[in-house]
């Protein structure tokens, strides 16, 4: 694909990509629909007031939708109706296909509608009315079982069932650069005594979760579970994601009704949502829990490659440092579930998902050293530090001031490159509490 418009060879927002969000820009504080496209931003609420989408009738009964601060009413038309409107974007942007004069020739368009990403605000490109954090990274899950349970023990009985899952908090979902405080609670300073007297203490093993989540853009009725067969068709597309934890407010909560406070303070997405579509050409088999027939029938896909070529990886940077510490490298096909698997699943009982519910993938890591998608997975339970860019800092977990930047990219031709952009975080210091004694 060439385009008319120039677009850096190694950017994530190729033609080949036309991911969707929300943005202010222009001195407005209105929030509007906006494609990224190279390094810039395509306005949908000015584009389609000049006429742009006027070629193409399917969106004409729903033009409102480029109106909305929010993409949940886009994302509710369907996934034939987002195909349609991407890949009537691409032809805009191509070089000579007959819709690029509709943008290319239109000066004062383009200046209305074109805006450079360094002059546009991201906010959430979704209502989130809810938010499921599955836990389907297999090699994440043994590693963290090892480390509590024991080899023997790593994995529970349920594991390679079911989709594992737990509801996330969506108040505190941010969108990228939103910065995060590190979060107080009730801690165990000494595990092994007996009685376990906790006390209340800023968070000390603060870690990070390399996940890719997806957001749900048709929904179902109560009661009407979603058929494996067309649960894809419930997925708008996928955002990368850092499932921030207090790993130390966890291991005192957790037990029996799994993580809540340790979870709730902060869940970072990266604010452009990859459409299904434009993940389609990286298709690749994922983990599997064992035969198709191994399965319980509502969740067997028909096809085998049902995860995705994604190239994952998350940097650390510490206050005052001038280099980040790449910590971690690994790839999407250590998912041992697919998100279609997640829907159906996740509606088996007829459980209603709505348009703009999120679902998160749970934390992805490979087997390899240097692939583990959390710091409680490199550190061995924060025992083995690991040592940053300058040589002499060294991390067990995350201290006030470090920056994460994950990110993710699928594809390894220039310009044809499908990525999720920088989805970043700093870590600021907790907030001071008075107690009445």
Same mark, same amino acid.
């Given at each position: 694909?060439?385009?008319?418009?120039?677009?850096?060879?190694?950017?994530?927002?190729?033609?080949?990509?036309?991911?969707?969000?929300?943005?202010? &820009?222009?001195?407005?504080?209105?929030?509007?629909?906006?494609?990224? /496209?190279?390094?810039?931003?395509?306005? +949908?609420?000015?584009? &389609?007031?000049?006429?742009?989408?006027?070629?193409?009738? &399917?969106?004409?009964?729903?033009?409102?939708?480029? !109106?909305?601060?929010?993409?949940?009413?886009?994302?509710?038309?369907?996934?034939?109706?987002?195909?349609?409107?991407?890949?009537?974007?691409?032809?805009?942007?191509?070089?000579?296909? =007959?819709?690029? *004069?509709?943008?290319?020739?239109?000066?004062?368009?383009?200046?209305?509608?074109?805006? %450079?990403?360094? !002059?546009?605000?991201?906010?959430?490109?979704?209502? /989130?009315?809810?938010?499921?954090?599955?836990? &389907?990274?297999? !090699?994440? *899950?043994?590693? #963290?079982?090892? +480390?509590?349970?024991?080899?023997?023990?790593?994995?529970? =009985?349920?594991?390679?069932?079911?989709? #594992?899952?737990?509801?996330?908090?969506?108040?505190?979902?941010?969108?990228? $650069?939103?910065?995060?405080?590190?979060?107080? $609670?009730? /801690?165990? *300073? !000494?595990?092994?005594?007996? %009685?376990?007297?906790?006390?209340?203490?800023?968070?000390?093993?603060?870690?990070?979760? +390399?996940?890719?989540? *997806?957001?749900?853009?048709?929904?179902?009725? +109560?009661?009407?579970?979603?058929?494996?067969?067309?649960?894809e068709d419930h997925i708008f597309g996928l955002v990368l994601m850092n499932d921030w934890s207090a790993r130390d407010i966890q291991a005192w909560e957790y037990v029996p009704l799994g993580p809540f406070n340790s979870k709730n303070f902060g869940t970072t997405i990266t604010p452009w949502v990859v459409l299904i579509d434009a993940l389609e050409p990286f298709r690749a088999e994922g983990l599997k829990p064992g035969t198709r027939d191994s399965l319980l029938p509502y969740l067997r896909e028909k096809r085998a490659d049902n995860s995705y070529n994604i190239k994952l990886e998350v940097d650390l940077k510490h206050a005052g440092g001038d280099a980040p510490t790449r910590i971690s490298t690994t790839n999407a096909t250590n998912l041992l579930f697919s998100f279609t698997q997640m829907v159906a699943h996740h509606t088996i009982t007829g459980c209603n998902l709505r348009p703009g519910d999120l679902l998160g993938s749970g934390t992805i890591s490979g087997k390899e050293p240097g692939s583990q998608g959390s710091l409680l997975e490199q550190t061995n339970g924060g025992k083995e530090p690991i040592t940053l860019a300058d040589g002499t800092t060294k991390r067990l977990f995350l201290e006030d001031g470090d920056e994460v930047t994950l990110r993710a990219v699928a594809g390894n031709v220039d310009g044809q490159y499908v990525g999720f952009g920088d989805c970043v975080g700093r870590i600021e210091p907790a907030v001071q509490f008075s107690f009445n004694k």
């Amino acid at each position: 694909m060439v385009s008319w418009l120039t677009i850096p060879p190694k950017s994530h927002f190729s033609l080949a990509n036309i991911p969707f969000g929300i943005i202010t &820009a222009n001195g407005s504080t209105t929030k509007v629909p906006a494609i990224a /496209i190279g390094d810039y931003a395509l306005d +949908l609420s000015a584009f &389609a007031r000049e006429q742009g989408f006027s070629q193409l009738p &399917a969106i004409q009964p729903h033009l409102n939708v480029f !109106n909305q601060t929010t993409l949940n009413d886009f994302a509710a038309l369907g996934r034939p109706i987002h195909r349609q409107v991407r890949e009537y974007l691409q032809a805009v942007f191509k070089v000579d296909t =007959p819709y690029a *004069a509709l943008l290319r020739d239109n000066e004062s368009l383009r200046s209305t509608a074109l805006v %450079p990403l360094s !002059n546009a605000t991201n906010h959430l490109p979704m209502q /989130i009315g809810d938010y499921t954090d599955f836990y &389907a990274g297999l !090699n994440h *899950a043994y590693n #963290v079982g090892v +480390l509590f349970r024991g080899p023997d023990n790593a994995l529970q =009985p349920n594991y390679t069932h079911l989709p #594992v899952g737990y509801h996330g908090r969506a108040s505190s979902v941010v969108p990228s $650069g939103t910065p995060i405080v590190r979060p107080s $609670g009730q /801690i165990l *300073a !000494n595990p092994a005594a007996t %009685p376990k007297i906790p006390h209340f203490s800023p968070c000390k093993k603060l870690d990070i979760e +390399l996940e890719l989540a *997806a957001f749900v853009s048709t929904p179902n009725k +109560l009661g009407q579970p979603v058929s494996i067969d067309e649960a894809e068709d419930h997925i708008f597309g996928l955002v990368l994601m850092n499932d921030w934890s207090a790993r130390d407010i966890q291991a005192w909560e957790y037990v029996p009704l799994g993580p809540f406070n340790s979870k709730n303070f902060g869940t970072t997405i990266t604010p452009w949502v990859v459409l299904i579509d434009a993940l389609e050409p990286f298709r690749a088999e994922g983990l599997k829990p064992g035969t198709r027939d191994s399965l319980l029938p509502y969740l067997r896909e028909k096809r085998a490659d049902n995860s995705y070529n994604i190239k994952l990886e998350v940097d650390l940077k510490h206050a005052g440092g001038d280099a980040p510490t790449r910590i971690s490298t690994t790839n999407a096909t250590n998912l041992l579930f697919s998100f279609t698997q997640m829907v159906a699943h996740h509606t088996i009982t007829g459980c209603n998902l709505r348009p703009g519910d999120l679902l998160g993938s749970g934390t992805i890591s490979g087997k390899e050293p240097g692939s583990q998608g959390s710091l409680l997975e490199q550190t061995n339970g924060g025992k083995e530090p690991i040592t940053l860019a300058d040589g002499t800092t060294k991390r067990l977990f995350l201290e006030d001031g470090d920056e994460v930047t994950l990110r993710a990219v699928a594809g390894n031709v220039d310009g044809q490159y499908v990525g999720f952009g920088d989805c970043v975080g700093r870590i600021e210091p907790a907030v001071q509490f008075s107690f009445n004694k």
